[in-house]
């Protein structure tokens, strides 16, 4: 039911930044909680960030933390991801998803978008 487009992946050197955005579909967007995580090749999908239905609490991965920032502006129906600090590791395909409940559990999601590859070159 819900539709999710993540767009902002690239290519970017180590210690620089991108900003990730994920759009989602329907009317409803503030019902969700929304979540970040990154799979890269041969590795299991980890948790990266998730924000709370107003955006007032927001939790993070340790290896991202004080690094990268999860926002979302429920008028716009979209969630934010900014990326600082970028480090060779960080490279993998980032996914946005919702939630009915607040979680850093991937099998707590409903919904995922296709993902946006993030390449971070050292």
């Known amino acids: 039911q819900v539709q999710l487009a993540e767009s902002g992946g690239g290519l970017q050197q180590a210690g620089g930044s991108l900003r990730l955005s994920c759009a989602a579909s329907?009317?409803?967007?503030?019902?969700?909680?929304m979540g970040w995580f990154r799979q890269a090749p041969g590795k299991e999908r980890e948790f990266v960030a998730a924000?709370?239905?107003?955006?007032?609490?927001?939790s993070y991965a340790d290896s991202v933390k004080g690094r990268f920032t999860i926002s979302r502006d429920n008028a716009k129906n979209t969630v934010y991801l900014q990326m600082n600090s970028l480090k060779p590791e960080d490279t993998a395909v980032y996914y946005c998803?919702?939630?009915?409940?607040?979680?850093?559990?991937?099998?707590?999601?409903?919904?995922w978008g296709q993902g946006t590859q993030v390449t971070v070159s050292s």
């Open positions: 998803a919702t939630s009915s409940k607040y979680s850093q559990r991937g099998q707590d999601y409903n919904y």
């Open positions: 924000v709370n239905w107003r955006g007032s609490s927001t």
């Open positions: 329907g009317r409803t967007f503030s019902s969700y909680v």
